[in-house]
């Protein structure tokens, strides 16, 4: 196996590796070549990193069997919950829920409310979201005991079964992208082939595979076109995997790259022409290199190397909805914002799905004390126990401050950014030195975190 030279790429790939002494998160930026570990003995071997489909955060079980949320701008943890190792987490189409199963229920966890709900359904696994991000999917045993796939509403609605299947256990249910197709491994470990089922009609058809049908890790393109996945092999005397792909229909299977280890995870790029993947194995241990693929070249390109690597995630592109930008010569701000939100005031525009104010403070010059003042106002507009994270936006301290679940109903679920001027700014005859953005918990990051200063 021959490595290229490496091309300059978009994004991000998170790996979970104990090259640092522990089992941690780390991410690799693969324009630059930035190594940077973001957990600090967090992480387990079993941890797979999940990204937030707009890439600001990333969900994991780690230490304790504890599911921990990172925020990626901030490094902020949170922890949510404790399940079962190797369980499926997955985020919403809006970046902003988790659905995960615990105990034979279907968790679905806000993580800016911090508030949960659960649909009952015994032994279910790989629970997941459709794109339109109001209906799940899933795989639970029906009352013979063989493995069925079904969807139903996120308020448990409308629960219907997929297939009608009669062979026993499903796998590693994956929904394609587009939510049209799912993939599915059976009937175990041992032996394992791949599966592709069309969610409208329940029709299945079989991928080839590997010729010893030990088939591992399949993932969708990101155009929902194609299926990658770790195809195992054996030459005397050791096991070895083919890095395949194939249409989701079959018959147009390729291999495009060779692994030495036993089996590896594989994840697409954003533009769906490269493929990450594991090597490095000896002696049967775990992968200890990182490496990319072009598909059409089948030329790889080796990335870095360092400890036991055991799961990989390339960042998702992310898919901006139209905006138009604010500008305000009064407060020195500008910043985008939804196309389909209206101005109602000078400092506050709204739309069908959020709002946000502009205002200007003066307070203390710790910044610590400006953000506690108003994160915790005698009127409690965040609740009782807001959230603060301190931060930096246009190399200025700033601070976040989202609400607690009692926050009042009449405040639509507002968030706050604090961000301290780069010079004081006059607003009639007062000179304030910080701004302050309001915004619903949906929007704040998203728009707060391109806020740039008018000089």
Not at 179 to 193: D, N
Not at 291 to 316: C, H, K
Not at 395 to 405: E, K, L, M, V
Not at 422 to 451: C, E, K, M
Request: include cysteine.
């Amino acid at each position: 196996m021959q490595a290229g030279s490496q091309d300059i790429e978009k994004g991000w790939i998170a790996y979970t590796s104990n090259r640092g002494g522990s089992y941690d998160i780390w991410l690799y930026q693969l324009n630059g070549g930035l190594n940077s570990r973001i957990t600090d003995g967090m992480g387990m071997e079993f941890s797979v990193p999940y990204w937030a489909p707009d890439n600001s955060k990333i969900a994991f079980i780690g230490v304790n069997n504890v599911v921990f949320v990172l925020d990626i701008a901030t490094r902020a943890i949170a922890r949510i919950d404790q399940i079962e190792p190797y369980t499926l987490l997955d985020w919403s189409p809006d970046s902003r829920s988790l659905v995960y199963v615990k105990n034979g229920r279907i968790m679905i966890y806000d993580t800016f409310t911090h508030r949960s709900y659960f649909l009952l359904e015994v032994g279910a696994r790989d629970a997941q979201w459709f794109p339109s991000g109001k209906e799940l999917i899933f795989a639970a045993p029906d009352i013979n005991g063989n493995t069925q796939i079904y969807r139903i509403r996120t308020d448990g609605s409308n629960r219907r079964q997929i297939t009608r299947n009669t062979g026993g256990p499903l796998h590693q249910l994956r929904i394609s992208p587009d939510g049209k197709f799912a993939l599915y491994t059976f009937p175990g470990a041992s032996i394992s082939l791949i599966s592709v089922v069309n969610l409208e009609t329940g029709a299945t058809n079989t991928l080839a595979g590997g010729s010893l049908s030990k088939n591992y890790f399949p993932a969708w393109s990101p155009d929902s076109q194609n299926i990658a996945y770790s195809a195992t092999e054996f030459k005397e005397p050791t096991y070895y995997s083919h890095i395949q792909i194939d249409s989701f229909m079959g018959n147009h299977q390729r291999t495009i790259t060779i692994s030495n280890c036993f089996s590896t995870p594989v994840d697409w790029s954003p533009d769906g022409k490269k493929i990450a993947y594991l090597s490095g194995c000896t002696n049967a241990e775990r992968a200890s290199q990182l490496w990319i693929v072009d598909i059409s070249e089948q030329r790889p390109v080796y990335l870095l190397n360092g400890g036991q690597m055991t799961a990989l995630q390339w960042s998702p592109k992310i898919r901006r909805p139209p905006h138009y930008t604010f500008t305000s010569f009064i407060y020195m701000v500008s910043f985008p914002y939804p196309a389909n939100w209206s101005q109602v005031s000078e400092e506050r525009y709204e739309g069908p799905d959020g709002f946000f104010q502009v205002s200007a403070i003066s307070g203390s010059e710790d910044i610590s004390d400006v953000c506690s003042s108003e994160a915790y106002h005698p009127l409690m507009p965040y609740g009782s126990s807001p959230m603060v994270i301190q931060t930096s936006i246009q190399h200025q301290d700033a601070c976040f401050i989202y609400p607690s679940a009692d926050q009042p109903p009449e405040m639509n679920q507002q968030a706050a950014l604090i961000v301290r001027y780069p010079r004081p700014v006059q607003i009639g005859g007062t000179y304030y030195n910080y701004f302050i953005l309001y915004a619903d918990v949906n929007h704040i990051r998203s728009i707060g975190g391109r806020l740039t200063f008018i000089q």
